[in-house]
């Protein structure tokens, strides 16, 4: 019996040593990279309790998401719906509806509007004629709340509730989802003293909105309209110049060079912070060729006002790591290029934003060659960058006959890699089994004779030999197949 015990020990420890052998077996896959945290940047430290609860960054060219963090979580943007008034003014003025030029009679109601200290505003006196162009500044800097009433009821030909169903239509029309507008300036309607009324809608509502909606929205003002940043890039402004109405107004954007957290290249768009969300911002920025836009949801809490400012370090922060990050270049020369295994001719270079130190991975499809992005494009509706190509026949159909091929063999074979391992495992167990069986065999026979002497049997050679075997064919399977 001790004999027996001793040969299953032996067995056991053959068998444990087999398997720690082929769980260390080296795995040869790609390795896959940690995303960084974009909000880390020792440029711009971002003190405990002010990230930004959601934040997206995109291209403003292709609509190409290169950052994002809860993208889709509902918040509440603030002074920001007054993005989307202004998106609304200038397709007014594309329509012909009105010009730069038109002005606006101040009434009492919005006299007394502009009075409101709950509110942000500007002095309006009455019956001076305001230019929509000064109103514009006035909605963008100051964030005027009455600025912004006069502009929507110009759009709308002073139909309060008709503008709030126009927002919403358009954000459904742009793509905006997650979106919900119940007052054109980001203020609750009930905040305006009964000044504002609108038929049918909550005078509670707060508006709704997501860091995605907010850059598609972005996206489609900075590329339809782009002559709305000239409203929003500079950190001082003046309106109502060489008038008595004049007045002076520093930006609430401290990424805005010149400002408190200048940031080279930001040049606009639009904060906002309320009660319900904190402290938020549309940033857009351009270096070279490449211009980004940014939203930034939820920095700090109304009740600290520090968080006015940590808004612009996180919105720096993460504005900075993505230029670090991404370069816009040529990615395939004009003319003949192979790619997934077609060889295909371009008309034009194909230029693109792509990720420093990594291969661009492409989609080739019906003629059309795209970039492929893992974070995917910010809206559906905005159509990925791509460029048409001419496929050789042959190629083609070369290359659908080796799938074909591939697709039968792969019916009863498995991946190379898979194989190897496999065998090799199979290979190694069998040879320590083999060397533990020659032992146990030797042994027995041993112990039959009643000697000390471990002598060697026809069948413990045998097993000997098969081990030997075994182990250099796992030598063989690992290193040439």
């Known amino acids: ?60 060219g292709s609509g190409q998401i290169l950052w994002e963090d809860q993208p889709d979580l509902p918040w509440s943007p603030a002074s920001i719906a007054k993005v989307m008034t202004m998106y609304l003014v200038f397709e007014a003025m594309e329509q012909g509806k009105f010009t730069l030029d038109t002005t606006v009679k101040a009434t009492e109601k919005y006299v007394n509007i502009s009075q409101l200290y709950a509110l942000s505003n500007n002095n309006i006196s009455l019956g001076v004629e305001y ?13 005027s709340n009455v600025a912004t009433l006069m502009l929507a009821n110009l759009v709308s030909d002073n139909d309060e509730t008709g503008f709030i169903h126009l927002m919403n239509k358009k954000a459904a029309d742009l793509g905006m989802k997650n979106t919900t507008y119940f007052n054109s300036s980001g203020a609750q309607i009930s905040a305006f003293e009964g000044y504002y009324q609108a038929e049918g809608i909550d005078p509670n509502g707060d508006n709704k909105s997501t860091a995605r909606d907010l850059a598609i929205l972005a996206y489609n003002l900075v590329n339809k309209y782009p002559d709305a940043l000239q409203f929003t890039n500079q950190p001082v402004v003046t309106t109502m110049k060489n008038t008595p109405y004049e007045e002076t107004f520093d930006t609430y954007n401290y990424s805005l060079p010149g400002a408190k957290y200048g940031y080279d290249g930001v040049d606009g768009l639009k904060t906002g912070s309320s009660p319900t969300g904190g402290f ?26 520090e968080g006015e400012y940590e808004r612009h370090i996180a919105g720096n922060a993460i504005l900075d790591n993505t230029f670090s990050s991404y370069e816009y270049k040529k990615i395939l020369e004009k003319g003949t290029n192979t790619i997934n295994q077609k060889e295909i001719t371009l008309d034009q ?86 060397f533990a069986f020659s032992r146990v065999f030797r042994k027995r026979i041993s112990s039959i004779r009643r000697s000390n002497r471990k002598m060697a049997t026809p069948t413990s050679r045998l097993f000997f030999i098969l081990s030997i075997l075994s182990f250099i064919g796992v030598i063989g399977v690992w290193f040439f197949l």
Not at 289 to 296: G, N, S
């Open 1 to 60: 019996m001790p004999s027996l015990k001793k040969q299953l020990a032996t067995l056991t420890f053959f068998l444990l040593i087999t398997c720690l052998f082929i769980g260390s077996l080296p795995q040869k896959t790609d390795a896959v990279d940690v995303e960084p945290d974009f909000t880390q940047n020792p440029k711009y430290p971002i003190k405990n309790g002010y990230r930004p609860k959601a934040s997206i960054v995109i291209d403003a």
């Open 280 to 305: 938020n911002y549309i940033a857009t920025a351009k270096k070279g060729e490449v211009r980004l836009i940014e939203v930034i949801l939820g920095v700090g809490d109304w009740s600290d006002q």
């Open 349 to 434: 270079d194909f230029y693109g934003l792509v990720k420093k130190g990594t291969t661009p991975r492409f989609i080739t499809e019906n003629g059309t060659l795209s970039l492929a992005n893992e974070l995917g494009q910010v809206s559906p509706k905005i159509p990925v960058q791509s460029i048409n190509y001419q496929e050789k026949q042959q190629t083609a159909e070369k290359a659908a006959t080796k799938k074909q091929e591939k697709q039968k063999t792969s019916s009863f074979v498995g991946p190379k890699k898979t194989r190897t391992y496999l065998f090799c495992g199979v290979l190694f167990t069998l040879s320590v089994l083999f």
């Open 131 to 143: 230019p929509v162009r000064d109103l514009l500044t006035m909605l963008a800097v100051p964030s």
